[in-house]
């Protein structure tokens, strides 16, 4: 199941209050993401405590690119 900003279309795989473009209202979708490919970095941007895990994953066709942790 993902969630679908009504206003622009972008998808999430978690719920959220505020869509990035504003929007307010969600749909659901039926889907289940599979994980394309997950990075670790060790290095990370100064504002990064520690180290960060990105998942690109796909739903529906749908490529989201995720932060773990
Ligand atoms: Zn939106």
Redesign the pocket.
Known sequence: MILV??????KYFEPRGV?????DEFHQEDGEPSKVECVKLFVTPSGFPEQIEYCLSSINGVKVFEVIK
């Open positions: 900003c009504n206003k622009c279309g972008r869509c990035k473009c504003g929007g």
